[in-house]
């Protein structure tokens, strides 16, 4: 079941969810509109290694906007920094960003019980498109779990998206055993 707006209230009076900083106009029925923050980061490397930490430069947003360019990933974060307990968040695209030709993940829309943090978006764009820090650029949507939850993200030893940032994060996939 899908959590309405009345009870994404009661949950972070709860404090069973968390969303930092937390403005009651961006509740929708039964979602929260993120925003993109102004940190932007793209790989150094256009052939990426999965086994091997591939490098990220780091782009800031400016005033006047960018423009972000087809056949490029670039690497996002929401303004938002969240906590998610007893639920499972899901990030989704706005359908004003969509209609853009702006997708804000190829595979990592869904969070985990436990995570604790700005979401990394995974941005590329079907034209050249302009956007701005600030934008609104996805909405979360929360998920009842049914059972008992044994291994929540943030406790979890294989986590490797925990340290809290307000930067994009680039893969991690080097860090696993294949």
Not at 7 to 23: A, G, S, T, Y
Not at 47 to 63: F, G, S, T
Not at 70 to 92: I, M, S
Request: charge should be negative; charged fraction near 25%.
């Amino acid at each position: 079941m899908i959590l309405s707006d009345a009870r994404i209230l009661e949950e972070i009076e709860k404090e069973r969810i968390v969303i930092e900083p937390f403005d009651r106009s961006r509740l929708g029925s039964n979602s929260y509109d993120v925003r993109l923050g102004k940190y932007l980061a793209v790989y150094k490397d256009r052939v990426l290694d999965a086994r091997k930490h591939n490098q990220i430069e780091e782009v800031i947003i400016p005033e006047e906007g960018l423009v972000l360019e087809p056949n490029t990933l670039y690497l996002g974060v929401t303004e938002e920094y969240t906590e998610t307990h007893d639920f499972v968040p899901f990030l989704e695209g706005k359908s004003s960003i969509g209609r853009l030709g702006i997708h804000i993940h190829a595979t990592a829309g869904k969070g985990d019980v436990g995570f604790c943090n700005t979401w990394t978006l995974e941005i590329t764009v079907a034209m050249p498109v302009r956007v701005y820090a600030g934008m609104p650029i996805g909405q979360l949507i929360y998920f009842e779990v049914l059972g008992d939850v044994l291994n929540p993200y943030n406790v979890k030893d294989s986590a490797k998206y925990t340290n809290r940032t307000l930067k994009p994060v680039e893969s991690m996939m080097f860090k696993n055993d294949f």
